[in-house]
């Protein structure tokens, strides 16, 4: 896990870029802030290294000439487009009756975001203290946008292991509607070939893969399916298309898109 980062701000964000430090300093991270005379493109191609930067959009982490946050307000002509009819996520996790749902690999929280919009009351579990306090940045900033203000309030982020967080939950014989898994690193799936042809990653997720490298923290998700087997009446994996199961587990349903598909796995002793 990165634990040392820079973070290069313009003077007039030096307070602001200060309690992000403190933040991620008691999440396990030293930031050593930089004030810096313009914070601008030719200043991210310069200082190509993975860091931090703070500016009236808030926090976000750079590397290679880009920059990215989880930017929800960005997504809300693609919520105002949804429906539950129209989107097949909604289907596999059966949005349409409001369920309690863990999304137990975070990502940037793009399919979080819209399926608290269409109802479901989403728990959002992230372990990256980079990664979740980007997470919680996007958030407050949301809180304060009249369309995504609603949506929000039925996010809950927590800060935790997703294997721990699982693991608590059957131990305190919890049990959710749904458990949805999307493993951000599906390369090792037998369909090399297909997935190859799939187009390059976009910028947001090609600065996560530097935060999250597939060879450290970043699993496959193979062990998060068993777990949330034990409390989840359904549990719900995307994944690309032509990609091999998830642990090599046939599951109960499919529903297939051009590029992705939903596999569930229904609980049924958890269903009666």
């Given at each position: 896990?990165?634990?040392?980062?820079?973070?290069?701000?313009?003077?007039?964000?030096?307070?602001?870029?200060?309690?992000?430090?403190?933040?991620?300093?008691?999440?396990?991270?030293?930031?050593?802030?930089?004030?810096?005379?313009?914070?601008?493109?030719?200043?991210?191609?310069?200082?190509?290294?993975?860091?931090?930067?703070?500016?009236?959009?808030?926090?976000?982490?750079?590397?290679?000439?880009?920059?990215?946050?989880?930017?929800?307000?960005?997504?809300?002509?693609?919520?105002?487009?949804?429906?539950?009819?129209?989107?097949?996520?909604?289907?596999?996790?059966?949005?349409?009756?409001?369920?309690?749902?863990?999304?137990?690999?975070?990502?940037?929280?793009?399919?979080?975001?819209?399926?608290?919009?269409?109802?479901?009351?989403?728990?959002?579990?992230?372990?990256?203290?980079?990664?979740?306090?980007?997470?919680?940045?996007?958030?407050?900033?949301?809180?304060?946008?009249?369309?995504?203000?609603?949506?929000?309030?039925?996010?809950?982020?927590?800060?935790?292991?997703?294997?721990?967080?699982?693991?608590?939950?059957?131990?305190?014989?919890?049990?959710?509607?749904?458990?949805?898994?999307d493993p951000m690193f599906p390369q090792r799936d037998q369909n090399q070939q297909a997935?190859?042809?799939?187009?390059?990653?976009?910028?947001?997720?090609?600065?996560?893969?530097?935060?999250?490298?597939?060879?450290?923290?970043?699993?496959?998700?193979?062990?998060?399916?068993?777990?949330?087997?034990?409390?989840?009446?359904?549990?719900?994996?995307?994944?690309?298309?032509?990609?091999?199961?998830?642990?090599?587990?046939?599951?109960?349903?499919?529903?297939?898109?051009?590029?992705?598909?939903?596999?569930?796995?229904?609980?049924?002793?958890?269903?009666?």
């Amino acid at each position: 896990m990165v634990s040392a980062l820079r973070l290069f701000t313009e003077q007039e964000f030096q307070e602001k870029a200060q309690q992000y430090s403190a933040v991620l300093s008691s999440r396990g991270v030293h930031v050593n802030v930089e004030n810096i005379d313009k914070l601008n493109a030719r200043f991210l191609r310069f200082n190509p290294e993975l860091a931090l930067c703070v500016d009236e959009s808030g926090l976000w982490l750079c590397a290679n000439g880009m920059k990215m946050q989880p930017d929800w307000k960005a997504e809300v002509p693609r919520l105002k487009r949804s429906s539950l009819k129209s989107e097949m996520i909604a289907r596999a996790c059966n949005l349409g009756e409001k369920p309690g749902l863990i999304d137990a690999t975070a990502g940037l929280g793009h399919d979080s975001l819209l399926m608290a919009h269409l109802g479901a009351d989403v728990t959002l579990v992230e372990r990256n203290p980079i990664l979740f306090t980007l997470l919680e940045d996007s958030k407050k900033q949301a809180e304060n946008d009249p369309f995504l203000s609603a949506v929000v309030a039925r996010i809950h982020l927590v800060f935790s292991d997703s294997a721990d967080y699982l693991r608590l939950q059957a131990e305190q014989q919890h049990v959710v509607d749904v458990v949805y898994l999307d493993p951000m690193f599906p390369q090792r799936d037998q369909n090399q070939q297909a997935i190859k042809k799939q187009a390059q990653v976009k910028k947001q997720m090609q600065l996560l893969h530097l935060l999250l490298p597939e060879d450290g923290e970043m699993d496959l998700g193979d062990n998060l399916l068993g777990l949330a087997q034990k409390i989840a009446k359904r549990v719900v994996v995307k994944r690309p298309r032509l990609a091999v199961y998830l642990a090599e587990q046939q599951p109960d349903h499919q529903w297939q898109g051009d590029a992705c598909r939903f596999d569930a796995y229904f609980q049924h002793h958890l269903l009666e």
